[in-house]
């Protein structure tokens, strides 16, 4: 059974700082996903990652991925507070179905 | 906006009853997926049709059904209901058969059990 685990759970960081949010997944996938969720909204879809050694950046946020470890990373540099969302990484394995982690709360303070 | 909709946005009803949501697939797209997001289970898939007809099932609950019709709107039926399954039921949408094809997700259907 596929196992996604993301960490930390929550993260209270300043505005100006950089951090990273790692997306552990437990046997090889075929794609990795990031999505944004402000609070009681919908699923944004940030990134999509397709094969070993992928970068993708947007704005703050560069999205990773390391198939030979099983680790996708979402680095965010210079935080400000437009980034307080909740991000969810999801790992599809050849088939029809998305397994999610459990998600990391971001806050940006000022 | 993604292109998806689901009605209705809040459903509050009574331990026992049914409900369905509804949801509308973004235009061109053939596959609907719903998921259920709760405080405790965290997101999970629930069902995908794609065209008509059932592709993949995940944890989806026997008192949990789904159906998608021929424009390719989809409802998602839950009976028998109880408190547990309060929670925020998305669904979403792809053009293609697989989770290969990116995603698009609807507003969601907030449901409260009392």
């Known amino acids: 059974e596929l196992k996604v685990e993301q960490n930390p759970l929550f993260l209270s960081m300043q505005e100006g700082k950089n951090y990273t949010i790692y997306c552990n997944y437990s046997t090889t996938s075929d794609r990795l996903y990031w999505y944004r969720q402000d609070p009681g909204k919908s699923l944004e879809s940030l990134f999509v990652l397709l094969s070993n050694g992928a970068v993708k950046q947007e704005g703050r946020l560069m999205a990773s991925l390391d198939t030979k470890a099983r680790l996708s990373t979402l680095h965010i540099t210079a935080a400000v507070h437009d980034l307080s969302a909740t991000y969810f990484c999801a790992v599809d394995k050849a088939g029809n179905m998305l397994t999610f982690g459990g998600g990391t709360r971001l806050m940006v303070k000022p | 906006d993604s292109g998806v909709t689901q009605t209705p946005k809040h459903l509050i009803t009574a331990t026992g009853q049914r409900v369905t949501l509804r949801c509308s697939p973004r235009s061109g797209d053939l596959s609907v997926y719903w998921y259920q997001q709760s405080l405790d289970q965290g997101l999970q898939f629930l069902i995908q049709?794609?065209?008509?007809?059932?592709?993949a099932k995940g944890n989806i609950l026997e008192r949990f059904s789904a159906q998608q019709f021929p424009d390719l709107h989809s409802e998602l039926n839950l009976s028998s209901l109880e408190l547990g399954d309060s929670a925020l039921y998305f669904c979403?949408?792809?053009?293609?058969?697989?989770?290969?094809?990116?995603?698009?997700f609807g507003p969601g259907t907030r449901l409260t059990v009392t």
């Open positions: 979403a949408s792809s053009v293609g058969e697989t989770a290969a094809y990116e995603q698009y």
């Open positions: 049709y794609y065209n008509g007809e059932e592709r």
